[in-house]
């Protein structure tokens, strides 16, 4: 009777087993034909789509599949980078891999994702300052766990992606004919918000009190273990891909932030700023197959607040302003001693800024 038990028991089993078996492989096939993130193929089955909000999966797809001549790498301010006006401006076919709120990690990630491909000759990437402050191998999963799955350079089946329900909800999707299909549009944000002095002011959220705390040079030095993911994190993120493709160029530009962003001066952004943009320099002035470009010298745009959303966000004229001077070569830093200057010349221009000097209806305290 016990024997009899156990082989139905046996029985059971198996046939559990291969019913297991069998759904999963019906659901990596349906998967890996559909491909919603588009990361094995281009979509032929239906329109190719994109899909709002999933940036880090996305880009895996983008970066492996639709990476052309020209790519652009970042965090939200290269968002309005439109692939169209880098072809009307720039001449060259483009994608954009920008990733909301990324850590230099992130952006080595996709990057190197889009050169494997062996397609790309030209780089643009903005550079954030705080992305370069974190550990060299930091990514976000303050939203959700980050898909190191759909980023992993070695020959091995992406069983994550394959076999996850969120894929098979998103190839469903795909298949009603749902997501973005202007490759343009996809979280472009240039007509979603105000643009202003009002609302960029608001943003900031400071008084009239903070125009007088002013950058006093090194009154406030960095702790060593900052100084090291830094280090880290320009060598290991940046310098690495640009020594590897000596092929590819790379226009690395600082973003132009609204002046205000750096008040108050003593003690906001200028004492991980200034010191970041020289290691910059130092970094990679060297390499032939790199240009520098500071915009935050350009103050026309910076004092310009009806640019901005807020005082790091700017519009999409702006935008289309750098790619312009990116291609007339305006704003370059040729040597470690311009960028001084430029540092010189940015804490002179933070300390004399006061929007209350000018009568401004700012708050006293």
């Not at 992130?106 to 190197?112: D, N, Y």
């Not at 060593?224 to 320009?234: H, N, T």
């Not at 007339?328 to 006061?354: E, F, I, P, T």
């Amino acid at each position: 009777m016990n024997d009899e038990v156990a082989g139905r028991s046996r029985k059971f089993l198996v046939a559990f087993l291969a019913v297991l078996a069998l759904s999963a492989a019906v659901m990596a096939t349906f998967n890996y034909v559909i491909d919603p993130f588009q990361y094995y193929r281009a979509a032929t089955l239906y329109k190719p789509v994109l899909w709002g909000g999933m940036q880090r999966y996305q880009s895996a797809g983008l970066a492996r599949n639709f990476a052309e001549d020209t790519v652009v790498v970042g965090s939200s301010v290269t968002e309005n980078f439109l692939p169209r006006d880098i072809r009307a401006l720039w001449g060259k076919p483009a994608t954009k891999l920008s990733v909301s709120g990324s850590t230099a990690h992130e952006q080595f990630l996709v990057l190197r994702t889009a050169l494997e491909s062996g397609r790309v000759r030209n780089v643009f990437w903005g550079i954030d300052t705080g992305a370069f402050y974190l550990a060299p191998a930091a990514v976000r999963d303050d939203q959700a766990p980050f898909p190191w799955h759909m980023y992993r350079n070695i020959p091995i089946p992406n069983i994550e992606y394959l076999l996850a329900l969120g894929t098979s909800r998103l190839s469903i999707a795909a298949l009603k004919g749902y997501g973005e299909t202007d490759f343009d549009a996809y979280h472009a944000w240039y007509d979603k918000f105000e643009f202003g002095s009002a609302v960029t002011v608001k943003a900031w959220g400071g008084t009239c009190d903070s125009f007088k705390e002013k950058y006093a040079g090194a009154q406030s030095p960095l702790a060593a273990a900052l100084v090291e993911k830094r280090e880290q994190s320009i060598r290991q993120n940046l310098v690495e891909l640009i020594r590897t493709y000596p092929e590819v160029r790379f226009h690395l530009f600082l973003p132009p932030l609204a002046t205000l962003i750096y008040i108050p001066g003593a003690t906001r952004f200028l004492p991980v700023h200034l010191p970041f943009r020289e290691r910059l320099a130092e970094e990679v002035l060297g390499f032939q197959n790199v240009s520098l470009f500071d915009f935050q010298a350009d103050r026309s745009i910076s004092d310009d607040l009806s640019r901005y959303k807020d005082p790091l966000h700017f519009d999409l004229a702006t935008t289309r302003q750098i790619i312009a001077s990116i291609r007339d070569g305006q704003h370059r830093v040729r040597s470690v001693a311009d960028m001084a200057a430029n540092n010189r010349k940015l804490v002179d221009v933070v300390n004399a800024y006061d929007l209350c000097a000018d009568g401004k209806a700012l708050p006293k305290s």
